[in-house]
């Protein structure tokens, strides 16, 4: 293994002692972190660790998501590289700032009001929620008069994200969105005609006094594991009641963070300091069984969002 002349080294450590190495860093209160590493460009198609030749000299290649996955498992945003015009190329990590948390004063309905943190975020720019509903779709295929549910619907990105995929849906489907946000239901309605979707302020809880009658489609994006909510008994409520006999369910739960700007895959637990995905793995397969006995199909996938597609058995 060589060095190059520039003054750093040229990164070739294993990733073992640069995790080591970066929290001993970390620790000692360093706010940017400087490597300088081969460009993955000139080693194209090598996997990561793959030592290569490159002007009869030997490198260690690592593509740009091992530099992506490394910040992000450490809590660190990784900025825009730069060449460096040698084959090399220059990482910057910085600390993110600390997980403010979403805990807000007023009232628990409002948490993901207009003025809450999470309407900075939209989840029409997630490549893999986005890719994943589009094929949950293709296995759905709801008819294009379709009527559809949103459970939790807040300002209403999923039936966004619909009508974006499925034009004829846009055209010929009708909504009903449910939620107990005031306010994100006031952004909702000014997204949507009236005559396509009704928006509707209710406690989920009380879904089955609400007369809105049954759908070929109900989505339950980030939904059904909030607080408060009485899952098992809503999803019961949903197969039972509100669906149609060709209808589908999708249903979408996180598994990511957000925080400073950046998506962090791992859900979070209550008093758990690292994310753990136990809650996620018990509600998810809770819910696939129940489904299976009820006579439809699921497919779980997904990063970070678990995705349960599930369609009824013919
Ligand atoms: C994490 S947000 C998800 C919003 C949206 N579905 C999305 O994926 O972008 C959860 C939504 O469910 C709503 N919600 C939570 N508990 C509820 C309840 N008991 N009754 C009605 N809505 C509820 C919140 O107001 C919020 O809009």
Redesign the pocket.
Known sequence: MTEATDSSPLEARGMVELIADLRRRLAAGETTITLRVPDPDHSRGCYAGERYQRNGEVYVHRPLQVWLDLAERLDLRLRTPRPLGDGSMELRLEPLAEDPGWRREGPQ?????RDSP?QR?S?LEEPHLVADVADALDRLAPPDDARVL??????G??FKLLCQLRPALAERGSFVG????AS?LELARGRFSAAKATFIE????DLPTLEIGRFDLI?????LQ????GDRALLRHLVRDRLRPQGGLLI?M?NCRYVDGEQIYGARMRNFRRPDLSLLLKDSAFYRRYLNQHRHQVFVTGKYDLLLTAIPRT
């Open positions: 309905t409002e948490r993901y009001g999470f975020i989840k949103g459970l939790g619907i807040n300002r990105d999923e449910i939620d107990h946000s994100a209710a406690d989920l809880d989505l339950a994006f980030g939904t909030s607080p408060g909510v979408a996180p």
